[in-house]
């Protein structure tokens, strides 16, 4: 049996030239408009086909171009559109159960043509819906268990195929002739992943460069990103099809930048007018289910909002005036929505076009401990509406009747077993040279221990003045220097003590650093259950507990691993860094206030963490994506 995976292709550029023979947002049967700012441009359908038994997907075009407009010699032999998109499926996929993991390729339609990158390029993957918005009831998303994509950089309205019903034109959804009858996409919210010069195919998009501005550049015209689809199985059988659009953004560039048209050739215009990212890095406390009568709590999170308008934020002022509203509703979660907008707490931005910020949702109703879920909701406050921006007559087009807005569907942990005890983190971060020698000098390492020492946790022990780096357990002692580091604790304000003391004692400490870090061939002693429980009441207290690994030569795993399964703390360690040894400026960076103000952090590839749960936190990753300084949780009664 071969299962047809029916893809709708719709590519759009925004503000392609004016009124002249070279326009080509050119209708079938309507007056031609002319650009302003922001239009859109139909380039094709295609059909996947998709064997589970070979694994194995081909693509045919479903239906030749047609437009009345001189870009049509991009749309057909030799540059054949079947050659805009290719696919490859990965390791890890199981087809007969519905789960694909699969490289989607792009080939920029204008190949050498500089005047025409694109910006916010998306790939939208289509489907059913089921879940409707209590918001907005012309929300339609997929339901918890249906045809999802489980690695989605967002959720958009555009191009679906119930609301841009101008059908048969470029401003609307078009149906190929060759389509599979009865493939109907119903849902009008649907999930892409974004296609960015400067993002591999597994980059999580909120390491985008700033100055980049998610451009997809006509050379080389390529770009690869990874998605992780799960279909709904339907009686043991996957579903047969679902469609794809690609997204678009563009604005006419300055035409003293011919003929290279860089970056900075185009004005903010350029790219997407919504948020172009929503992303919850962590929860920071979890509602609770232990049965149909015991649940409840509050559920509150770190919210991470990127807008291209919002160039300079600083202190999240620009990002929310972006933004009319940003609503927090959930099927099981809450029985009405919530405009989280006016209570946003601003925690810190260190990107030019992001702000992150504490949201507080209280009186959860969980339903399960699975399948809970919040829809996000950030509606933009100008342009404030789907309406082409066009000169000439917008209207003869369909949009959705609805704010313009952009989404995140977001996984809620719960809790089990009943209110649940207080959650709180220690800190893993890497090898000595993250506070001393190259690394501490000429970047914003300084920076990072600051807002280390200065972290502000409810509890006594946080009102205390000592920084102390504990290296007791190690033997030999190690002989690198710390003064880079005690002078800026000093500073501070604070007292820096390093303690070579045998047994772990937080007596006065606001922070304890454990060094894991000795000389080659030395030996850390192991933890004993005593001192494993006086870090959890430290922690309890307010106070700080860090700790710090090196590479294999320095450091001995045995009791690092250990100490973490007496603490049950979901860390392990994950070897060495690659390529191990070279000094790296890493600006892979979470929004947390432990980041906050640090855009590049450098480090010594030493060593790395396993992070063993979704509760803990990457904050700083290196360009292989390991994880460098990480937050997990440790439970405290």
């Known amino acids: 049996t071969r299962y047809y995976l029916t893809l709708a292709l719709i590519l759009l550029l925004s503000g392609c030239a004016g009124s002249d023979a070279n326009n ?22 295609w059909e996947f086909v998709c064997d589970p038994v070979s694994e194995t997907i081909d693509i045919a075009p479903l239906r030749s171009a047609s437009f009345n407009a001189n870009v049509l010699k991009f749309l057909q032999p030799p540059s054949s559109p079947v050659n805009l998109l290719t696919v490859s499926v990965q390791s890890g996929s199981d087809p007969l159960n519905g789960f694909w993991v699969v490289d989607i390729t792009l080939r920029h339609p204008f190949l050498s043509h500089a005047r025409f990158r694109g910006f916010d390029v998306r790939g939208i993957l289509m489907a059913e819906g089921g879940s409707i918005g209590s918001h907005d009831a012309g929300i339609s998303y997929h339901l918890p268990g249906g045809t999802r994509l489980a690695n989605a950089d967002g ?13 048969g034109t470029i401003l609307g959804y078009t149906e190929g002739v060759r389509a599979v009858p009865g493939s109907y996409a119903t849902a009008t919210l649907n999930p892409y992943k974004l296609f960015s010069d400067d993002l591999d195919e597994v980059e999580p998009l909120v390491s985008i460069e700033p100055g980049e501005r998610a451009t997809f550049s006509t050379v080389p015209g390529l770009n690869t990103r990874r998605y992780l689809i799960h279909f709904d199985i339907d009686g043991g059988t996957p579903p047969i099809r679902f469609k ?55 559920a509150v999170f770190l919210l991470t909002i990127g807008d291209w308008q919002a160039w300079d934020s600083g202190d999240g002022a620009s990002v929310l005036e972006q933004l009319d509203h940003i609503w927090v509703e959930s099927p099981t979660l809450l029985a009405t929505p919530l405009d989280v907008l006016p209570s946003a707490e601003f925690v810190n931005s260190n990107h030019p076009t992001q702000a992150t910020f504490r949201v507080s949702v209280p009186n959860c ?23 082409p921006q066009i000169q000439g007559d917008p209207y003869a087009f369909d949009w959705p009747e609805a704010p313009l807005a952009a989404y995140m569907l977001v996984d809620v942990p719960i809790s089990g077993g009943g209110q649940p005890p207080e959650t709180r983190f220690v800190v893993g971060v890497g090898d000595w040279g993250t506070f001393a020698g190259p690394c501490y000098t000429g970047s914003d390492c300084y920076r990072f221990c600051a807002n280390l020492a200065q972290l502000d946790i409810e509890g006594p022990a946080n009102d205390n003045l000592i920084f102390q780096w504990w290296e007791g357990h190690l033997d030999p002692l190690p002989p690198w220097d710390t003064d880079a580091l005690s002078v800026q604790i000093e500073s501070l304000g604070y007292t820096f003590v ?25 030996y850390c002693w192991p933890f004993s259950d005593a001192e494993a429980q006086a870090m959890v009441e430290f922690v309890a207290d307010g106070g700080i507990l860090v700790f710090m690994i090196e590479s294999l030569t320095w450091m001995q795993v045995e009791a690092f691993d250990t100490l973490m399964d007496q603490l049950q703390v979901p860390l392990s360690y994950d070897g060495e860094a690659s390529p191990y040894g070279d000094t790296v400026g890493g600006d892979l960076i979470t929004p947390h206030a432990l980041t906050a ?29 390991q994880d460098m300084v990480v937050l997990a949780p440790i439970v405290v009664d």
């Not at 300055?254 to 992303?279: G, H, K, R, T």
């Not at 390093?498 to 304890?512: H, K, M, Q």
């Not at 396993?610 to 904050?619: A, G, R």
Request: glycine share 6%; charged share 15%.
């Open 365 to 387: 109703t969980p339903s399960g401990l699975e399948g809970q879920q919040f829809l996000i909701t950030a509606e933009s406050t100008d342009p404030a509406t789907y309406m």
């Open 244 to 298: 794809y659009a690609i997204d678009a953004s563009w604005s006419l560039p300055d035409p003293s930048f011919d003929p290279d048209y860089p970056v900075e050739a185009y004005d903010l215009s350029a790219n997407c007018q919504e948020a172009y990212m929503l992303n919850v890095p962590i929860f920071e406390e979890k509602p609770f289910y232990e049965n149909v009568t015991t649940y409840g709590g509050d």
């Open 597 to 625: 103000d640090v855009y590049d952090f450098c480090y010594t590839s030493a060593g790395c963490y396993n992070l063993e749960s979704e509760d803990c936190l990457s904050l700083i990753r290196t360009p292989s994506l």
């Open 24 to 45: 080509p947002v050119t209708q079938n049967t309507q007056q031609t408009p002319e650009i302003n700012t922001s239009g859109h441009i139909s380039w094709g359908l």
């Open 155 to 167: 959720y958009t309205r555009w191009w679906n195929m119930q609301e841009f019903t101008t059908y």
């Open 498 to 522: 390093r303690s070579t003391e045998p047994v772990f004692d937080a007596t006065g400490c606001r922070l304890i650093l454990v060094n894991f870090c000795g000389q080659e061939g030395g």
